[in-house]
């Protein structure tokens, strides 16, 4: 009697029918973290890409016009909606991204020589140009927060977005 149970227990510690389920529920955190890192870094690139598209259709749109304040407030809506002039109803390209968010500089004296739209860095890194008010910088926010999730608060996604465009201004 005591043979056969000791060849009962031996026989049920080599059963393998669990191992995959273990090996799941050790792998699933880790592709779990995996899956949230990468789809915050491809919406960070989305956001940054379609911010730098909109800052270079407003820089060639400054760069042929009179920097009155009409155009000036014209590439100011290019770069918030897409379009020269939004509606009440027209969101944003980019979530959080306000009017304020745009820089418009321009360089060189008396004479403009080039034209620049950005979204700064930093409050500092914008020196706006006459009739135009200085810009605040534009955090990135993610869904997920992979700083909480791997259990180290300090690592964060929440970055600066910050294109900037320059054009040499065409006009006479």
Known sequence: MKLNSLRRIRLW???D???????LA?????????????????RYFQNYTTLAK?????????????????E?????????????ACTGGDPPLVTGLTRGNVC????????????TVKIPYAAADCNPMAGTN???????????????????????????????TTMYYMVE
Request: net charge neutral; glycine share 8%.
């Open 26 to 42: 050790i792998i699933v955190p880790f592709l779990a973290v995996m899956l949230a890192g990468v789809s915050e870094f491809g």
């Open 104 to 115: 418009l500089e321009s360089s060189g004296s008396p004479k403009v020589l080039n034209v």
């Open 134 to 164: 200085a810009a605040t910088p534009l955090t990135y926010t993610p869904i997920f927060d992979i700083g909480a999730i791997l259990g180290t608060p300090s690592f964060s996604m929440a970055v600066p977005i910050a294109p900037s």
């Open 54 to 70: 909109a800052t270079r259709n407003a820089s060639r749109y400054l760069s042929n016009h009179h920097l009155d304040a009409t």
């Open 17 to 23: 029918d669990g191992g995959a389920l273990a090996e």
């Open 72 to 84: 000036q407030g014209r590439a100011i809506e290019l770069v918030y909606c897409g379009k020269l």
């Open 13 to 15: 510690f080599r059963r």
